[in-house]
């Protein structure tokens, strides 16, 4: 089940919403690619090429730019440098 609560601190996404993230993307670009093979049923000229690189390249480039752009979102916690107390202070 996805968590639907608000992130407030620096922490990174979730291991789910990343998946689902690279999931989506991957998932795109893959019928970007059937699109190309079937336009190679009815394309002809140079633009024949053009569709035949991109059916056989995409599955290399959805792979890397699903994983480059989730590796790009990562970031670093943020800790605080001291605790401050609050209230009335010792005697």
Same mark, same amino acid.
């Given at each position: 089940?996805?968590?639907? $609560? $608000?992130? @407030? ?28 093979? =079937?336009?190679?049923?009815? @394309?002809? %000229?140079?633009?024949?090429? @053009?569709?035949?690189? %991109? ?7 959805? =792979? ?12 670093? @916690? ?8 609050? %209230?009335?202070?010792?005697?």
């Amino acid at each position: 089940m996805r968590s639907t $609560t $608000t992130n @407030v601190t620096s922490m990174a996404d979730s291991e789910y919403d990343e998946r689902a993230a690279r999931m989506k993307k991957y998932t795109i670009m893959m019928l970007i690619r059937v699109a190309c093979f =079937v336009a190679l049923i009815w @394309v002809r %000229g140079p633009w024949m090429f @053009v569709f035949a690189a %991109g059916a056989i390249f995409l599955p290399y480039f959805a =792979v890397v730019i699903a994983n480059a752009a989730t590796q790009r979102r990562t970031r670093k @916690v943020e800790r605080p440098s001291f605790l401050q107390r609050r %209230g009335k202070p010792d005697a």
